[in-house]
């Protein structure tokens, strides 16, 4: 069994639990083995671009090096998490003023230039499992299920870090659920934001964001959304005033192996 | 014209605000169009004429989503999701200037609100 | 020793602003072998060249050095007025002092010591210059023409019309090219097929052309008037000579479920087929991927229909040689590919269409007989949006850095239809400039305007989401107004950038021509040779050179067939010189330079040599044919012993200038 270094991030330990857990536990079933850095500390949710802001950027760096010590690659799983700790590895391999601002402060054994591997989970299950492989392992397909994938605005963009997919006509959760033997749909606010972070202060504007995208999957027939992002999920369920059913990507993964219950909404 | 927070807004950035060809496509895919008082192209235009105090004092700052479609969709590479990042932060580095107060979070919970919102909007809210 | 001459250029103030041309002058002057040294404010002049053609009599020059801008563009203007004085072409030698060293240049100090330091260097030369005479070689009298849309076909035309023979070779089942498929033109609204099929069937009937259609270059040998290209016929699975165009087999044809590329994929053909009503050659085509009796070996229905006997299922491609005095590349181009552009939901929603798919639409050979219908469910569109500049003016990894120069007239034409034959059709036009310079353009798209009520909107769509209502929802900026738009639409016609064909740069490398970094073909020169590539004999028609619309490639076409005609009207060509020779005693047999030379103009033979104990010995070595070497210069490179050397630019020569340099 392969170890790599996962980082679940703050919000996986309390509220998203479940795309957490479901994400260990398949992870394990499908050969691989994660394990969580010493002491990681939150990814601070949202990366700045500002090319005069480094302390905001040093957690992100510490989750990376401990990974690029044990010479292992690093495995997210929240959109929000992955994104940060992406753009500061892609800002930090390609920025020279921005890597000596960072080591010059960390003081590290040795300077940290960009050089882990980040694997989205979904990249994990693509490139290091196959989506053929997952496939055989699947006991409980979802046959006949319409569902549609929500990338949000964190997993692809922006495209030139994040580098997981065709921004604007991204296949990779598709492809998962062919695999789990789902149907996709396809649907045109499937890379449109939710809203994020703005629910806090105007929840009219959060309403009116993931009301649009929950629009734009039903009109295309969907039975349920998939999303791998903890705030996406509040505000798809809790602010878009839809009844489409929204779960994690890892909740249905560990479905189809076996691993949980089947919901019943 | 304010020539020092223009560059310090081009350097943060690390934007050109010169590529712009006025298409008006980050405006036409920005999902917070409606609720902002200064748009996407506006905000490339006005660094570019050096009126970067109008935006800073604008609710504009607050109102971008920093989802990047803007960035990834601009035909001219010219990132203005970038540009209202470097705003926000000269306009919150400002002494007493901080959008959010702590004090204010409690009554903004609820039961299922993740951490993740809580965090992130400190960072973009809060120096 | 020779006499030289030293004649520095002003070029108006193009050199004498940033290099002191009197310092030049008297500076070179007092070089070894320099008897007269003068500057000129514009020695390309009349009165100019009359000064180099005095100094030579007077003087008794045995050679010059101009001073001047760069070889490419008065090396020739100043070896004619030696040769008019007398003097051998090949004792005049150009110091570059114009692009490489005043352009380039600020301080004049600089300038003036490097342009000093070039001329320096070209006088060097010229002291170890030898007089050289030009050979001849003979010009075959045919014309290739590669590529059979509007700017082949003119081009052919035009050729044949000087009563040279000419070939084109086009790689579709038939000629027509993109103007076949485009329904109106611009800015008379005039039926594209009404202009272009008769000058397609004038093509089919010139006795002095050849239609090679379904067919592809595959190697071209040889240079300018002395070229031989291998054509491949690809197998069309049909005996082009027996087919009477009938059509019966494509009716007959079993298998109907080809998407059909004549009509952008809008509907389908059959297997065996043939493009359009009015294709030229007409005749059927089997398609090998969906034909069932070539997939199975069951079937063979169209070969029991076909009266003539045409079918052949074991057809072979089969290739054929021919030998050519000019070369017309004529490729084209194509819409670029919208994957990367899905944010207008062009995979997701069938009425996202292309300008080139409308076109389809709204042809009355098109899917829907010429009636405008929604491809999703056959009903009328009350309300289409275009989007202008999908994938042109861009700097990101996506699009294309030009403008397609071609999308704000179609647009504008494409608007117009549709308001004149569904006045209840709203219709949106999201520009960012609208360009339309040409003859009655502007007036043309301020009709649309005007006239036809067609909405203009400065901004561009953001966002294109389809609804199951079945309209399309477009987000979009309106600068003027300062608002974004949510337009209900039904169809959304996209204007796609436009990019060279595919085949384009792997002919280019067979060529041995250039192209550009967007892979349009390279002229000779930007203003002064727009229809010649920089390797003689190869001439440019049409959208291979850069976006162009109908009028200007058909002027261009013309173009290209007089420079080609030029060509062939000559029975020889002075051949240049500047060749490659072998010192014999020095040449070791090795092969290297046969090995590197692009033109095959290096072979092997034995050679008897009388040794010094006065035996004899057969010794192996290179042999340059001097009519068919272009003085490239890579075999004197190769070469381990120095054999190899080159007229005009000899390795003594060449390093006598670096000394001039260096010292």
Redesign the interface.
Same mark, same amino acid.
């Given at each position: 069994m392969e170890t790599y270094t996962y980082y679940p991030g703050c919000t996986l330990r309390t509220k998203a639990k479940d795309l957490d857990t479901y994400a260990r536990s398949s992870a394990e079933a499908l050969g691989i083995a994660l394990e969580e850095p010493a002491d990681w500390q939150c990814c601070g949710g949202a990366y700045t671009t500002a090319k005069d802001e480094i302390a905001t950027k040093l957690s992100a760096v510490r989750t990376l090096n401990s990974a690029k010590i044990l010479n292992r690659p690093l495995i997210t799983v929240c959109s929000a998490c992955h994104n940060v700790i992406k753009q500061t590895n892609y800002d930090i391999a390609n920025s020279e003023e921005m890597a000596a601002k960072v080591n010059n402060y960390l003081k590290l054994d040795e300077p940290y230039n960009g050089e882990t591997t980040v694997y989205h989970y979904l990249e994990m299950l693509r490139d290091v499992v196959g989506f053929d492989n997952l496939a055989q392992k699947v006991v409980n397909p979802f046959t006949g299920k319409k569902i549609a994938a929500y990338y949000g605005c964190l997993l692809l963009r922006p495209s030139k870090a994040l580098a997981m997919d065709d921004p604007e006509n991204p296949t990779i959760m598709e492809d998962f659920i062919k695999a789990i033997g789902g149907t996709p749909v396809i649907y045109a606010q499937r890379n449109e934001c939710c809203g994020g972070y703005i629910t806090l202060e105007d929840k009219a504007q959060a309403a009116k964001r993931s009301g649009a995208v929950m629009k734009s999957a039903e009109d295309q027939g969907a039975d349920m959304i998939i999303t791998a992002c903890p705030l996406c999920l509040y505000n798809l369920k809790k602010n878009s005033g839809s009844e489409l059913p929204v779960y994690y990507f890892t909740e249905i993964l560990a479905q189809a192996l076996g691993l949980k219950e089947a919901n019943n909404e | 014209m304010n020539k020092n927070l223009q560059e310090q807004v081009l350097r943060s950035s690390g934007v050109n605000v010169l590529k712009c060809m006025r298409c008006g496509k980050c405006s036409g895919t920005c999902p917070s169009y409606d609720e902002m008082e200064y748009h996407p192209h506006q905000f490339v235009y006005m660094v570019e004429r050096g009126d970067i105090e109008t935006l800073m004092n604008s609710k504009s700052i607050y109102k971008c989503l920093t989802c990047f479609a803007c960035v990834d969709r601009c035909p001219r590479n010219v990132e203005p999701a970038k540009v209202v990042e470097a705003v926000r932060l000269a306009a919150v580095r400002q002494q007493g200037n901080n959008h959010m107060n702590p004090n204010q979070i409690p009554e903004m919970l609820d039961e299922d609100l993740p951490q993740q919102a809580i965090v992130t909007a400190f960072r973009k809210y809060i120096k | 020793m020779q006499r030289i001459g030293v004649f520095v250029c002003h070029c108006g103030t193009n050199i004498a602003a940033t290099v002191d041309v009197k310092t030049v002058a008297e500076a070179l002057g007092h070089e070894p072998g320099v008897v007269i040294s003068q500057d000129y404010q514009y020695m390309c002049s009349e009165s100019g060249q009359n000064l180099v053609k005095n100094a030579i009599k007077e003087h008794n020059l045995t050679g010059v050095v101009v001073c001047s801008c760069s070889p490419r563009m008065h090396e020739n203007t100043f070896r004619k007025a030696a040769a008019a004085a007398g003097l051998n072409s090949y004792m005049v030698e150009i110091a570059n002092i114009r692009e490489q060293c005043s352009w380039i240049h600020k301080d004049i100090a600089t300038a003036t010591e490097k342009a000093i330091i070039l001329g320096k260097a070209a006088v060097a030369k010229v002291h170890l210059n030898a007089p050289l005479t030009a050979g001849e070689s003979p010009v075959a009298k045919r014309a290739l023409v590669i590529g059979g849309g509007i700017a082949g076909i003119q081009t052919a035309l035009d050729i044949a019309e000087a009563g040279f023979d000419v070939d084109i070779v086009e790689k579709n089942p038939t000629i027509g090219g993109k103007m076949a498929q485009i329904d109106k033109t611009f800015p008379t609204l005039d039926c594209a097929a009404c202009i272009l099929t008769p000058k397609m069937v004038e093509a089919s009937q010139n006795e002095h052309i050849t239609i090679h259609s379904f067919s592809e270059v595959t190697d071209v040998k040889g240079f300018v008037g002395n070229f031989t290209v291998t054509i491949k016929k690809k197998a069309r699975f049909v005996d082009e000579t027996k087919c009477t165009g009938c059509g019966l087999c494509t009716e007959k044809c079993p298998m109907k479920k080809v998407p059909n590329e004549f009509n952008m994929g809008l509907d389908n053909r059959s297997a065996i087929y043939i493009p359009f009503a009015q294709a030229v050659p007409k005749v059927a085509t089997i398609d090998p991927n969906y034909c069932m009796m070539m997939k199975t070996g069951k079937c063979g229905v169209c070969s029991k229909v076909c009266s003539a006997g045409a079918i052949d299922y074991k057809q072979q491609d089969k290739f054929i040689e021919q030998k050519y005095g000019a070369i017309v590349v004529a490729t084209g181009f194509n819409p670029i590919n919208l %994957? &990367?552009?899905?944010?207008f @939901?062009y995979? =997701?929603c069938p009425d996202v269409v292309t300008s080139l798919e409308l076109e389809r639409l709204m042809n009355a050979a098109g899917p829907n007989g010429g009636t405008l219908l929604r491809p999703s469910d056959k009903t009328h569109p009350h309300k289409i949006v275009f989007v202008q +500049?999908v994938g042109s003016? +861009? %700097? %990101?990894s996506k /699009?294309k850095p030009y403008c397609s120069k071609i999308c704000c007239m179609y647009t504008a034409k494409h608007a117009m239809l549709i308001r004149e034959k569904y006045p209840d059709t709203e219709v949106y036009v999201?520009y960012?400039d609208v360009r339309t310079p040409g003859k009655n353009f502007d007036e043309f798209y301020r009709r649309a305007v005007e006239q036809y009520n067609v909405h203009y909107i &400065?901004?561009? *769509? /953001?966002? *294109?989401?389809?609804?199951?209502d079945g309209k399309i929802d477009v =987000? @979009?900026?309106d600068?003027l107004a300062?608002e =974004?738009l949510h337009i209900d639409a039904d169809m959304v016609v996209l204007a796609a950038a436009i990019e060279p064909d595919k085949t384009a740069r792997p002919l280019a490398t067979m060529l041995t021509t250039q192209m550009d970094t967007n892979d349009f073909f390279t002229e000779a020169h930007p203003k002064l040779r727009p229809v010649e590539s920089a390797t003689a004999g190869i001439f440019l028609s049409g959208a291979c050179q850069g976006p162009k619309d109908i009028p200007e490639t058909v002027a261009q076409a013309s173009a290209a067939a007089a420079k080609a005609i030029g060509l062939l009207v000559k029975n020889s060509i002075t051949c240049n010189p500047c060749v490659a020779h072998s010192n014999e005693l020095m040449c070791n047999g090795c092969s290297s330079c046969e090995k590197v030379c692009p033109y095959g103009a290096i072979t092997y033979i034995d050679k008897e040599f009388r040794m010094p104990d006065r035996t004899t010995a057969v010794r192996r070595v290179a042999n340059v044919n001097p009519a068919v070497c272009q003085g490239c210069g890579a075999c004197t490179v190769a070469c381990p012993s120095g054999a190899m050397d080159l007229n005009g630019f000899s390795n003594s020569q060449i390093m006598a200038e670096v000394d001039a340099i260096c010292k």
């Open positions: - | - | %994957d &990367k552009y899905d944010e @939901a995979n =997701q +500049c003016r +861009c %700097d %990101d /699009g999201f960012i &400065k901004g561009m *769509v /953001g966002k *294109v989401t389809p609804r199951s =987000q @979009a900026s600068l300062n =974004q």
